[in-house]
């Protein structure tokens, strides 16, 4: 996983950012192809818009069942750490988990899961659920 080194310099990180994984990547290749990356895009400003220093890693995969799900984890700095610089300074405290109840494409059920975070937040109970709250 790689942290965008130019938060720090260019702005201070206000939002809930997305760390670099394969899962995301997919997602938004998925969503170019669909043309639906303007709503993904908006989704990420919507989330990052709201709590300070906090990011999240997206994992997907098929269960057992057959049935796509997505992996939201969540990192924080790590309490002696001011400034947060790589991914030694920051703690994973959550994954929160969320399964497809029937067979579907695996990015769409992602893509509809990230825009459904980004709704209203930080108001919506996903979000909270996710990125706030600490159980």
Not at 51 to 69: A, H, M, Q, S, Y
């Amino acid at each position: 996983m790689k942290i965008n080194q130019n938060y720090v310099a260019k702005s201070p990180a206000f939002g809930a950012k997305f760390l670099h994984s394969e899962s995301l990547k997919q997602i938004a290749d998925y969503a170019v192809e669909h043309n639906k990356f303007d709503k993904l895009n908006q989704a990420r400003k919507n989330i990052d818009s709201a709590c300070l220093l906090t990011r999240l890693c997206v994992d997907t995969g098929i269960n057992e069942k057959g049935f796509p799900f997505i992996t939201f984890t969540r990192f924080e700095p790590k309490k002696n750490v001011n400034i947060a610089m790589s991914m030694d300074d920051y703690q994973k405290t959550k994954i929160t988990l969320f399964e497809s109840q029937k067979k579907e494409n695996l990015f769409k059920f992602a893509l509809e899961k990230i825009i459904k975070l980004s709704n209203n937040a930080p108001k919506n109970n996903m979000y909270k659920d996710v990125v706030i709250n600490k159980k």
